[in-house]
Each structure stands twice: as structure tokens, then as C-alpha cells.
């Protein structure tokens, strides 16, 4: 299996059990190996037979500043989630994670490692009057989604009012409220804003993935 490898990803977030840790964002390091087929891309020229490395780390760390993980096992656990749901051509996904401030003046620091593979997230896919609604994984914090809306409907409302959510285009054409939203673009959402429409007006299905967080379970 071939496998595209991203090295020294870095991040400032709030990550930890402890009082200061829920306060005070801390330095995490991220590698990432991603095991799928690279032949068809490296034959053709062609990113869309690969995975993009610049969305994947986008992806990674919008996630990571958005949640607010407690315990570095969940982030290793949704992230890999998210990304074999998001990116279908993705065989198996490693992911390291290091707190270097977690054992500060005893040891550089403290990891998980973590590989799972497709069959790792059996996926419950739901018809629904807009298209599909598939439930990549659900933790004690979040519910993780992927919302397929086909061509001339609309997915209203958006998340409950009580929650937070961060959410991006994953494929094909989607208006938020009257802007076109960007493929693998994070927008974040909260309990103060206004209920959003989505529409689809093309003549393809369209892709968001949704995280929501319901108020006080992951402050």
C-alpha cells in the first residue's frame, strides 16, 4: 500500500483534563501517514486520483482548534474517523499525537499513536428527505456526519440551537445562506447564530461534513 506521509504538523489548542489545560492553549505535533493507491495520480497527473495533503491538514487542525479535547485518545479517534469518511480513496489512516508540556521537566513528551482502517468505522447511512445523512462516528462529546444533499434540494436547519459545530464542503456545489461555500473550507457555527439554508442548485450531489458538539459536553 503506498502511503502519503505529513511530518511536524503543529497546532496551538486546548487540549487536557486539567483546570489550566481548559484555559490555556498548548503546542501539539502531529504525523500522519495515509495508506491508499497513488498509482492512478502518478500515471495520470491528476490530484483528484490522490488525496490533497493541504486540505488533509486543514482538515486536521480546524478539527483540533474547534473541539477542545480532553483526552488526546478521542482526537486521534475522531480524527482518523473524519478523514477515511471525507476521503474516500483513504485505505488507512496513522496518526501521532504529542503533548510536549504534558510531563513538562520529566520527559519531551507525552503521544498516542493510533492506525485504523475503513473497516475500523461501520458507517449508518439514512435516507432523508434531502438525500442521505451517514453517521461517521459518535462519541461521548460529538456526533460526526457526512450530509449528502441532491441536486435542487435544501437541508434546513441547521445544527440545534443548544450546540457548536464546525462543517465544510466536501464535494460538489453547495450555497450556505446566499454564498457559495468553498470545498474544504472549515466554518464554524454556534448557538447565537441565525438558522442557515443550504441548497443545492447543481446537477450533482453535494457533500458537507458536519461535527456538532452539544453545549457544556466539551468545554
Not at 477515511?84 to 503533548?99: P, S, T, W
Not at 460526526?144 to 465544510?168: H, K, N
Amino acid at each position: 500500500m503506498d502511503v502519503i506521509r505529513i511530518r511536524g504538523l503543529e497546532i496551538d489548542c486546548i487540549v487536557g483534563l486539567r483546570p489550566l489545560e481548559r484555559e490555556r492553549e498548548q503546542r501539539v505535533h502531529l504525523e500522519l501517514a495515509l495508506g491508499l493507491d497513488l498509482a492512478p495520480a502518478g500515471r495520470s497527473g491528476r490530484i483528484a486520483l490522490t488525496c490533497d495533503y493541504v486540505e488533509i491538514a486543514e482538515e486536521v487542525l480546524a478539527m483540533l482548534k474547534f473541539r477542545r479535547y480532553r483526552l488526546i485518545e478521542m482526537a486521534t479517534e475522531e480524527l482518523t474517523s473524519m478523514l477515511l469518511g471525507v476521503h474516500r480513496a483513504l485505505e488507512f489512516v496513522e496518526i501521532r499525537l504529542d503533548k510536549p508540556g504534558a510531563l513538562d521537566g520529566r520527559a519531551r513528551a507525552a503521544s498516542v499513536e493510533v492506525r485504523r482502517t475503513r473497516t475500523s468505522f461501520p458507517a449508518t447511512k439514512v435516507e432523508t428527505p434531502f438525500g442521505a445523512t451517514e453517521q461517521l462516528l459518535e462519541t461521548r462529546e460529538a456526533k460526526l456526519y457526512l450530509l449528502s444533499i441532491e441536486p435542487g434540494q435544501a437541508l434546513e436547519p441547521s445544527p440545534p440551537s443548544d450546540a457548536r459545530w464546525v462543517e465544510w464542503l466536501v464535494s460538489g456545489e453547495l450555497a450556505r445562506g446566499d454564498v457559495a461555500m468553498e470545498r474544504h473550507a472549515p466554518v464554524t457555527g454556534g448557538a447565537s447564530d441565525a438558522p442557515i439554508r443550504y441548497e443545492n442548485r447543481s446537477h450533482e450531489d453535494a457533500v458537507l461534513f458536519r461535527c456538532i458538539c452539544p453545549s457544556g459536553l466539551d468545554g
